[in-house]
């Protein structure tokens, strides 16, 4: 079998750092675990445009369509506020997400024990927390047409985005809502805004048929998006899995990610749909950003980037259990209490990104004896 390929984008800030850390555990995994990654590596984002002309090039686009997956650090910095929308950091991520048809994307939100003090909510609401918002990611007003800022006369302008769903898409996102909900708590929440736009009932309609059609064990709430935000901050353990489309999909991860007590430790993957020879194109990274404020310091936490890399394994390559030995690791490390600066939360001593990214592989060599 010929190995797996995996391009990987660094991306701008952080992105680097924190990426190094994965690179430098993907090759004692294939020192030790014999598992083998084709592996290339591609500018993306803001750095991309300055070197290459483009947040992504027409080559690297090509090397991600001709990957198995694409390991994804973070986009953008202040330094390209001003650049044309259609070459801004963000618009490679747009056009990833659209060109390999990245249609689902997994945002989890788990409190970890070792963590659980570290977010803002009380601690008997947030302990043991384990949500799964999947968020609708190639379609709705995001990418909807027409879009655009337009002249209507000569002191009046106005500004045009589109919501917009087709039966299709939100069944094939929604069916991976079940999916998942299946191997967990079997509960769905789909959010929407029925009550006020067209987009919403529809999108209520569809998922209420294909739940009646073929989930019709899995247990379905529908709820108002605005509603839902606020349930997630009341009591965020009454949900499972939280369906939803881009936008709202957008606004509802932040907050639970939230909730966790850092955004430094929150993966993500994107999935497409499922091709012939039963793979998919998908791609995984933080759900942080690029944080130029620390970026080049060594103290952003390479967890999320690790985890997201563990998601690519389970998720991409169906390597279970090496999926799950890096989440060990990654657990032991905060039960040991390392802590990078965002989840410092009292530790007496902060550790790099390149400490904490060594920690893990310390830690991965006890769990496997290596
Ligand atoms: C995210 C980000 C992106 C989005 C931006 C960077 C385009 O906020 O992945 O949540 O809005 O989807
Ligand atoms: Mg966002």
């Avoid at 750095?47 to 002309?53: F, I, L, R, V």
């Avoid at 997400?97 to 689902?104: G, I, M, Q």
């Avoid at 606020?230 to 909730?259: E, H, W």
Wanted: charged share 25%.
């Amino acid at each position: 079998m010929s190995n797996k390929k995996i391009l990987v984008l660094p991306g701008d800030g952080i992105g680097n750092e924190v990426m190094a850390e994965v690179l430098n555990i993907i090759d004692w995994l294939s020192k030790t675990r014999s598992m083998s990654f084709d592996m290339s590596e591609r500018l993306v984002g803001g750095t991309a445009y300055d070197k290459e002309g483009d947040s992504i090039s027409d080559s690297t686009m090509q090397e991600a369509l001709d990957s198995d997956a694409v390991l994804f650090g973070a986009v953008g910095g202040p330094q390209w506020d001003n650049v044309e929308r259609n070459k801004r950091p963000e618009a490679a991520l747009l056009r990833l997400r659209k060109e390999l048809d990245l249609f689902a994307n997994l945002r989890p939100a788990v409190v970890l024990d070792a963590l659980s003090e570290s977010s803002s909510l009380k601690l008997d609401l947030v302990k043991g927390l384990d949500i799964l918002i999947v968020r609708e990611l190639t379609s709705g007003v995001y990418f909807g047409q027409p879009r655009g800022i337009s002249k209507i006369s000569d002191t009046e302008s106005k500004a045009i985005d589109t919501q917009v769903y087709t039966t299709s898409e939100i069944e094939r996102v929604s069916r991976v809502a079940f999916e998942l909900a299946k191997l967990r708590r079997n509960k769905v929440s789909s959010a929407e805004k029925s009550n006020v736009m067209e987009t919403g009932l529809f999108w209520r309609n569809i998922v209420t048929d294909l739940h009646k059609n073929e989930y019709a064990s899995v247990e379905l709430e529908h709820i108002l998006a605005d509603n839902c935000a606020m349930q997630l901050v009341r009591y965020p353990k009454q949900f499972d899995v939280i369906l939803t489309d881009n936008l709202f999909g957008d606004l509802l991860s932040d907050t639970a990610a939230m909730l966790t007590g850092s955004l430094g430790m929150l993966p993500s993957a994107s999935l497409g749909p499922v091709k012939a020879n039963g793979t998919r194109a998908a791609m995984y990274e933080p759900v942080h950003g690029s944080a130029p404020d620390i970026a080049g310091q060594s103290k952003a936490n390479p967890l999320a980037m690790i985890m997201s890399f563990a998601m690519m394994l389970k998720y991409s390559f169906d390597m279970e259990e090496d999926s799950k030995l890096i989440e060990k690791a990654v657990q032991n490390v905060l039960l040991k209490g390392l802590r990078t600066a965002d989840i410092k939360d009292g530790a007496d001593k902060i550790i790099s990104t390149k400490e904490m990214g060594v920690a893990v592989i310390e830690e991965l060599k006890v769990l496997s004896g290596n």
